[in-house]
């Protein structure tokens, strides 16, 4: 059974970093793209990034590249957002994701997901 646990949100002031992390289960990440996603309320689901955990190959959402990192390590079947220089319009609850589609396809595409975990950015 597939289970993806999201944790690391939190309240951070604006230019603040926070690392998420998406603990899964029931899968083994090395051969299997992940995906982070945001929601807002009133604002559509965003794919902000994506892994290919079996090589290590990365994608960004251009609201977030330069300042996002997205990384995996296979031994502990985790997958981490590191968001640094955050500002308000990143505030959401993010979602890491098994894929219906690979990360270099025009869209992301949701499968599994967790709970998801809280991201506040404000001062």
């Known amino acids: 059974q597939v289970h993806l646990v999201e944790s690391g949100g939190g309240l951070v002031q604006p230019g603040g970093s926070l690392r998420l992390s998406c603990a899964a289960s029931?899968?083994?990440?090395?051969?299997?793209?992940i995906g982070w996603f945001r929601q807002a309320p009133g604002k559509e689901r965003e794919g902000v990034s994506c892994?290919?955990?079996?090589?290590?190959?990365?994608y960004y959402s251009d609201s977030v590249k330069g300042r996002f990192a997205i990384s995996g390590d296979a031994k502990k079947n985790t997958v981490y957002l590191h968001m640094n220089n955050l500002n308000p319009d990143d505030t959401a609850t993010y979602y890491c994701?098994?894929?219906?589609?690979?990360?270099?396809?025009?869209?992301?595409?949701?499968?599994?997901w967790g709970q998801g975990t809280q991201v506040i950015v404000s001062s």
């Open positions: 892994i290919k955990t079996n090589d290590g190959s990365t």
């Open positions: 994701a098994t894929l219906k589609s690979p990360c270099d396809s025009s869209g992301w595409i949701m499968d599994y």
């Open positions: 029931g899968f083994a990440l090395d051969h299997q793209p």
